[in-house]
């Protein structure tokens, strides 16, 4: 009974450590009210959910129509538009946001892959170091040792010899079975053995195994197998016969491959790599936020080069109304009507070049902000509400805080910090890999053997007082007692050591990966560079373009002074409408400058938060809205909300 106790807690231990943490009642750890954000790392929970594992999981549906903001926006034929709802439109809406955000729950895909001792498959952006794939893990139990069959249990012979336990197994537990049923008729040239000049079997066998791969790379298995076989023959001591054997075993490697790193390798590099993917994400949304943010200003001042061309036609046929009748009285020559007509058509001209601009702008920006363009979308014009920014002293930081800033925010600079720490794993493993391959392994085994027996003089099928020639009934329960009772045991114990003589091959893996190492390191101290030259050239775009628009201001105010005192000298006769045409140009051009300049600055904004890698931040968004898709907070850009220059 002690032996039968004995077999149910091994098989109760086993089954309980090969679940592991996390893998025994696991939880769907999905937020309410989003499904995107479940995390895929990990698989369907197996216990209490036992066909979980072995069907397809379903993820949330993509929807490619434009969000209910969108629609919400447009009424009376105009899509009035603010910078925040710009923002906000794009996470929900743009195409380009929508693919790079799939690279999140893919990464975590990889995640539960390596988790099961398999390599990680990778994505665009984060490196899989070709090191790592030296020895890889995941090869399944299809190579494994399961401790053997119970082979022609019964025979005339024992068993015995040589003893090599290979490394079994993945990280995920692994129940085989397998059961078989054979007849065969067989002639024989003699007999002394069988009695008979044929021999027929009827054979049935089952094996089942479980195998399993740990951390640190000790790999066990236990097996139970079971024949049971009836034959013609007349000599053997059980007809039927039920043969039985179950098997423990273990290896473990000692130098090469031993440890929680060199096995843990593909799982540590697919979590690195899922912080990646979120960088990845982020740098797609940083690069979408600032083309919708420079779109949003360039529309902002295409809208306003459109007012300024409408205003300056209205002037233009003004002034060509009261040339035109002071010609009519005699007041005014011939040539200064055809001077103040040729301002008047370049003025139309002007105002449709503006109006194709600012559609054409309008188009690009509905691209931005929408999965598609609707007819409703397509016959909407675009209002931008938010004016182009004025300067403000807080908008030029201090340098040194910016370059600090960058350097821990922005989401290329984290891919290459993450690759560089994926290099060094494979380094690692390469360098234990130097080593030889050295393993102990142990086997304990128990066999039963139980079958229908004839009590004759020779064979008293361990019974006493039973008369000669009965037939004493046994079979399967009989020969798995035997087993668990461990009557015919076997203890098998040994070591292998395989030494490469040059180690060619594992050297020049090693080498590879620290020269590949180093080739990050270079390329990470690159990408600190060019960040540092982005925010040099932000910082001087800021400068430049504050002293441009405070340029621009002074233009548009002398000008405007110009063309009022032009007038007032037509008024005296002490001008001409030539010289009033002169003027009103200067003042359209200057006016034409100074929304150009409050666009650069806009855009040099933008050039700043983008360099310095907080994009997000600065617009008052989180990295949650915009990885699921939906705004729960409405952006806050934090541009100055004050008068619009161009609107002077």
Known sequence: MRGKHWLRGLLSGLLLFGLGPGQLGAQDQTPQGNAFLKDYSKGPSWFGHFTAPYRQQAIPPISLENSPRLKDLIRDGKLQISMADALALAIE?????????????????????????????????ATIPLGLSAGALGTGVSTAVTGGGVGNAGGISGGGGAVNIAPVGTFDPTIN???????????????????????????????????????????YFVSLNGLRSSSTQQSLLFNPDVA??????????????????????????????????GAIFRTQLQATMQQVENAYWDMAQ??????????????????????????????????????AQSAMAAAERDLVVAKTNFEIQGITLKNLLSKRIDPELEAAEIVTTDPLPEPRDSDIPALQDVLTEALRSRPDLQVAQMNLLNEQISTQYTTNNLLPTGNVFGEYAASGLQGNCVVTARATCNTTGVPLGTVVPAGTSASLNQTIDAKFPEEAVGFSLTLPIKNRSAQADNLRAQFETQQTQINLQ?????????????????????????????????????????????????STFYNVVLRQRDLTTAQYAEIQAGDAYAKALVAMDQARGTMLERNGMTFEDALSGTINKIPAPPFNKGSNPGGR
């Open 177 to 219: 079975y397998a059961f078989s049923w054979d007849r065969t008729t067989s002639p024989l040239n003699s007999l002394v053995v069988a009695g008979v000049p044929s021999v027929t079997t009827y054979s049935a066998s089952y094996s089942g195994s479980y195998t399993q791969l740990l951390p640190t790379g000790t790999s």
């Open 526 to 574: 690159a990408l600190q560079n060019q960040a540092e030259i982005a925010i040099r050239q932000a910082m001087i775009g800021l400068v430049q373009g504050k002293a441009q628009i405070q340029a621009a201001h002074e233009a548009v105010l002398l000008a405007q002074q110009s063309m009022d005192a032009e007038q007032k000298k037509l008024q005296v006769g002490a």
């Open 302 to 339: 295409f809208q306003q080069n459109v007012k300024v061309a409408q205003d300056a036609l209205t002037a233009a046929q003004r002034l060509y109304e009261n040339s035109k009748r002071q010609a009519e009285v005699g007041a005014l020559a011939p040539l200064d009507v055809v001077s």
């Open 244 to 277: 039985t054997r179950l098997s423990v075993g273990f290896n473990q490697p000692l130098l090469s491959g031993f440890g929680r790193k060199p096995n843990l390798r593909f799982l540590l590099v697919a979590k690195n790599n899922e912080n990646v993917s």
């Open 93 to 125: 809406d743009n195409l380009e946001i929508a693919v790079e955000r799939q690279v999140v729950p893919m990464s975590q895909t990889d995640v539960l892959r390596s988790s099961s001792g398999s390599a990680a498959r990778g994505f665009s952006g």
